[in-house]
């Protein structure tokens, strides 16, 4: 379904064996009901023409810069299948586990809107190419799979602007023909947490294996949730379709305030009728577009001007030899290989380029608890803040491995580490060893100047001293505290507690 159109009467039959659901697990019931939630997602491919016609895809064109006659619908023109949009939805099938169908169908799907030329949008309906598999992921740190019905290729639609006109309606045909890959879940998930876990998951995903840009701002990737909500054992109850998320805080927002909508309806004795809304962030409400009723009669059938969408095993195994390792699959591996919590191994694979980060510091003799400690602490503290990803960071692998590499062999603390870190993320130095020595950070492991330092600030906290005896372990910390100053930061922390209590008695 495109953007701009879609309703409960359209979609199509769901085409993979509908196998029972794997025991899906209760969420949290919401006032005694039970939240259930689908998810239609609209991945636009990345390819550099569209999908039926040799137009770009480029985003942020003047309007009406790259539509050519078959994107304008003009008569006598003809659809060409793009080889490269079948292949990625190949490289989705594979990495969900799905079938990848030997034989699909493009259909016409009939309806008029001013961004639609043709009158009809190509999407596939009873066969689609990526039939069933399955999306996991972690929530709270409970493995989660939520199935999938289909996935199937179709043409986007052209785009209304109505900001820029006053009293009238502008139409960008840019858009129109852009291939997408549209994700359609069962019914599995079971609150907004899930669903936007789930969501993240497919993000990644699709980033991952190289099929989508995922740039939500410009629209690469948007999802409809299907909400309705039922007493726990109850049939499934009517939903709600909530078109065109494109934010996961704006998903969660809008399925928690249509949740708590539902569940008011019904108390106040009204049945939920099936609708398409929209989500409003200004107000953080949901708001009906269109009710069931009134949605077209798409008239589907299979397009004459497209032969069926013929894919050799052979093509596939090519497809596979070519995948990347998968997300999960890394996880499990970083785990193993490395040693690393299951938690951690998730954090480093939110991107392939994190992943790839950690891989080059450890290949770089960073040890991998620390780097990843390094990864999810500092830098993701910097980038977060500066909103760039991995492949901006100022500071590189390689010279996260070497800063590393110091705390581990003792040169540096981990307070001092932090400070070289800044002067190498703020470009003040680029070289570990020459900021240890600039910044004359190179921790005290001379245990007799230490002794020293030691001595004087027992004499002088003899108050401290003295509640130390007593028993009073936060008079000792105070005492370290006191030490590490006097040193400037440069004593080592587990020295000088060995060497205070030694002292100490
Ligand atoms: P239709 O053919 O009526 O459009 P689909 O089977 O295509 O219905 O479902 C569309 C989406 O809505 C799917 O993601 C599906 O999981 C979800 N869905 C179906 N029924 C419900 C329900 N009762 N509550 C929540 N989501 C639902
Ligand atoms: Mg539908």
Redesign the pocket.
């Known amino acids: 379904m495109s953007a701009t159109s879609?309703?409960?009467?359209?979609?199509?039959?769901?085409t993979a064996a509908t196998s029972q659901p794997p025991s899906i697990p209760q969420g949290p019931l919401v006032q005694g009901y039970e939240v259930?939630?689908?998810?239609?997602t609209h991945a636009q491919l990345s390819t550099a023409s569209k999908i039926f016609s040799r137009a770009s895809t480029a985003f942020g064109a003047e309007p009406n810069t790259q539509a050519c006659a078959v994107d304008l619908a003009l008569p006598g023109t003809l659809p060409v299948m793009n080889k490269g949009a079948v292949e990625r939805a190949i490289r989705f099938g594979l990495a969900v586990g799905a079938h990848v169908a030997e034989r699909s169908v493009f259909a016409r799907k009939n309806y008029f809107y001013p961004d639609l030329p043709k009158g009809y949008q190509i999407s596939q309906f009873e066969i689609p190419v990526v039939q069933g598999g399955q999306v996991e992921f972690f929530l709270d740190g409970d493995k989660r799979a939520v199935r999938l019905?289909r996935a199937h290729l179709e043409e986007d639609a052209g785009k209304s602007l109505h900001e820029d006109f006053v009293g009238q309606t502008g139409i960008d045909l840019n858009r129109a023909g852009t291939p997408l890959l549209e994700i359609?879940?069962?019914?599995?998930m079971r609150s907004s947490l899930e669903a936007v876990a789930y969501a993240r998951e497919l993000h990644r995903l699709v980033t991952w294996i190289g099929i989508c840009d995922g740039n939500m701002q410009e629209g690469s990737f948007r999802c409809?949730?299907?909400?309705?909500v039922?007493k726990p054992g109850a049939a499934?109850?009517?939903?709600r379709?909530i078109k065109n998320l494109n934010s996961f805080k704006f998903m969660q927002q809008a399925i928690d305030f249509e949740v708590r909508w539902q569940i008011e309806q019904i108390e106040d004795g009204h049945a939920i009728e099936?609708a398409t809304v929209l989500f409003d962030p200004a107000t953080g409400e949901t708001r009906a577009m269109r009710t069931k009723e009134d949605a077209a009669d798409y008239r589907y059938f299979p397009d004459p001007d497209l032969p069926p969408l013929v894919i050799a095993r052979d093509w596939v195994d090519t497809v596979r030899a070519d995948m990347p390792e998968l997300p999960h699959v890394l996880r499990a591996r970083l785990a193993s290989e490395h040693g690393l919590s299951e938690y951690d191994a998730a954090i480093l694979t939110q991107s392939k380029s994190m992943a790839r980060y950690f891989l080059d510091a450890v290949a770089a003799g960073g040890q991998p608890k620390l780097v990843c400690n390094w990864i999810t602490g500092e830098l993701s503290r910097r980038l977060n803040a500066q909103e760039i990803e991995v492949d901006a960071s100022s500071v590189d692998a390689a010279t996260l491995a070497a800063l590393v590499r110091r705390i581990a062999d003792g040169t540096v603390s981990n307070n001092a580490a932090r400070q070289v870190f800044e002067a190498l993320w703020t470009g003040e130095g680029t070289d570990v060893d020459a900021v240890i020595e600039a910044k004359g950070l190179r921790q005290m492991n001379d245990s007799s100047a230490l002794e020293t330092i030691i001595d004087e600030v027992i004499a002088a906290n003899t108050k401290s001293v003295e509640e130390f005896r007593q028993g009073k372990d936060k008079a000792f910390n105070a005492l370290v505290g006191q030490v590490m100053k006097a040193s400037r930061g440069k004593a080592n922390p587990s020295q000088v507690n060995e060497l205070l209590r030694k002292k100490l008695g």
């Open positions: 879609g309703s409960a009467a359209s979609a199509p039959p769901a259930v939630i689908g998810f239609e019905v359609v879940t069962e019914p599995d409809d949730a299907n909400v309705s039922r499934l109850g009517t939903r379709e099936q």
